[in-house]
Every structure is written in C-alpha cells, then in structure tokens.
C-alpha cells in the first residue's frame, strides 16, 4: 500500500474513534442529566396527569392516590437504604462478625423490597380504578411511551 493511501486510512481511523469518544461523552452527559430512573418516571406520570383532559374531581383523586404512593415508597426506600447501611457497618467492625445480624438486615431487606413490589400492585389498581376505562389506557399509554418509548395506541 502507498503511503499516501496508509494516511487517509489513519486519518480515516481517527476520526472515526473521536466521533465515537465524543458520542460516548455525549451519552453519558445525557444520562448524567436524565437522573435516576424513578425521578424520570416520576416526571412522566405528573406530566400524563397534567395533560389528561381528566374532569376535576378524577383528577384530584389521582394526584392525592400518587401522592401517596410517593410518600409510602419514599419510606421504604429509606427504610432499605438504611437497612443497607447497617450491614455496612456490621461488615466493617473490626472483632466478631454478628451474622444472626447481618442475616437480619437481608431478611428485612427482602421483605422491605416484597412490600415495594406490593405498594406498585396495589398503586396500579388504584389509578386504574379512579381513571376508569375511559381514561386509564389513555394515561398508562401515555405513560408508557414516556418511560420506555413505542407506538401510541389509538
């Protein structure tokens, strides 16, 4: 190969790792900006409640059923990030190792993390009773395409 072709081929070479470096810092920069999952889904469902054409009074039954939802999952985050914690301090002592403890917290943990997944359960139904049929496909669509994307359904 001549070496003004060897060049281009570099050239070609590193442009194309800086157009992939610079779409790497990118994604990252834009998820950084995202947040964490659960905020994002929190701003999709309170941005669906506010554009639903709901009447006044189904509204308000689902911003107060949201709010609690947020509130009961608020405390048990905590409540598992605490729980975490502990163990962390139990594995970070120095002397005897309280294993009964330890086992403890995960039991807890994995208790706390069945009453999350219950909450959810029990959340979903709730909107679904208070949208009725004729607004809860519209919102958990709307909701859907917000978090995860795909086709509105009609």
Do not use: C
């Given at each position: 190969?001549?070496?003004e072709n060897k060049r281009w081929v570099m050239i070609f070479s590193l442009a194309l790792n800086i157009g992939f470096v610079i779409m790497a810092a990118y ?17 999709a469902i309170e941005q669906s409640l506010q554009e639903l054409d709901l009447p006044p009074q189904i509204k308000q039954q689902a911003k107060a059923e949201y ?88």
């Amino acid at each position: 190969m001549k070496p003004e072709n060897k060049r281009w081929v570099m050239i070609f070479s590193l442009a194309l790792n800086i157009g992939f470096v610079i779409m790497a810092a990118y994604g990252l920069y834009a998820h950084y900006l995202a947040g964490p999952s659960h905020i994002r889904h929190i701003q999709a469902i309170e941005q669906s409640l506010q554009e639903l054409d709901l009447p006044p009074q189904i509204k308000q039954q689902a911003k107060a059923e949201y709010s609690r939802f947020l509130n009961q999952m608020g405390l048990i985050r905590s409540e598992i990030r605490a729980t975490g914690h502990n163990n962390f301090e139990l594995l970070s002592r120095e002397g005897t190792f309280d294993q009964q403890a330890f086992d403890q917290n995960w039991a807890k943990i994995f208790e706390l993390g069945s009453r999350k997944y219950a909450l959810v359960k029990e959340h979903l139904m709730n909107m679904h009773q208070i949208l009725g049929p004729e607004y809860s496909a519209a919102f958990f669509n709307d909701v859907k395409l917000k978090t995860q994307g795909g086709e509105k359904q009609k």
